[in-house]
T-cell receptor, first 116, second 116 residues
Framework: GAVVSQHPSRVICKSGTSVKIECRSLDFQATTMFWYRQFPKQSLMLMATSNEGSKATYEQGVEKDKFLINHASLTLSTLTVTSAHPEDSSFYICSARDGQGVYGYTFGSGTRLTVV | AQSVTQLDSQVPVFEEAPVELRCNYS??????LFWYVQYPNQGLQLLLK??????LVKGINGFEAEFNKSQTSFHLRKPSVHISDTAEYFCAVSAYSGGGADGLTFGKGTHLIIQP
């Protein structure tokens, strides 16, 4: 079946530094990737949608200059949290729309970001 | 815009008993419906999905859900639960925009607790 690999699974960074999270579709071409954020014991909130070769579309309230998304190929999308602050600490999960088009969203295993 | 309501934040059930996790949605357009399971510090695993056709959908691990358009519900059921079913369950919807799928809108989740 469709598999999405997300790295790293955990990262701790100092306040003010930047962190890059990678999301790779291993056995299918992901024309669209989604990035979600999940606070402890809460639901997932869609941050942005990225289509391969295009600029990402950000949800209302999400700072595009802080959360940089690059989807340069059909198998790789990256989320860079720039100038991270403690309030950016969260669980970030990517999702890729698989080769079946609208019929499936495959999720990565998530990245636990802790900013100290 | 769509919204998803999961009325129960926590559902305790004894092992081998049946369970129903409730999900109601709101949307001005046609939607696809999904149920996901999340284990601690992990990504989401698809249990089942409704796209069209039969309103009774069978998924993995013995779960099933029934789409009720008039009641805008998509409740998840399992006839006999196991300890390993202890997890967080998310109901989600995606709008069918014709040209492709949007990101998912999630409910707040229901924590299923299986008691021995």
């Amino acid at each position: 079946g469709a598999v999405v690999s997300q790295h790293p699974s955990r990262v701790i960074c100092k306040s003010g530094t930047s962190v890059k999270i990678e999301c790779r579709s291993l056995d299918f071409q992901a024309t669209t990737m989604f990035w979600y954020r999940q606070f402890p014991k809460q639901s997932l909130m869609l941050m942005a949608t990225s289509n391969e070769g295009s600029k990402a579309t950000y949800e209302q309230g999400v700072e595009k200059d802080k959360f940089l998304i690059n989807h340069a190929s059909l198998t790789l999308s990256t989320l860079t949290v720039t100038s991270a602050h403690p309030e950016d600490s969260s669980f970030y999960i990517c999702s890729a729309r698989d080769g079946q088009g609208v019929y499936g969203y495959t999720f990565g295993s998530g990245t636990r970001l802790t900013v100290v | 815009a769509q919204s998803v309501t999961q009325l129960d934040s926590q559902v305790p059930v004894f092992e081998e008993a049946p369970v129903e996790l409730r999900c109601n949605y709101s949307s001005s357009v046609s939607v696809y419906l999904f149920w996901y399971v999340q284990y601690p510090n992990q990504g989401l695993q698809l249990l089942l999905k409704y796209l069209s056709g039969s309103t009774l959908v069978k998924g993995i691990n013995g779960f099933e859900a029934e789409f009720n358009k008039s009641q805008t519900s998509f409740h998840l059921r399992k006839p006999s639960v196991h300890i390993s079913d202890t997890a967080e369950y998310f109901c989600a919807v995606s709008a069918y925009s014709g040209g492709g799928a949007d990101g998912l809108t999630f409910g707040k989740g229901t924590h299923l607790i299986i008691q021995p």
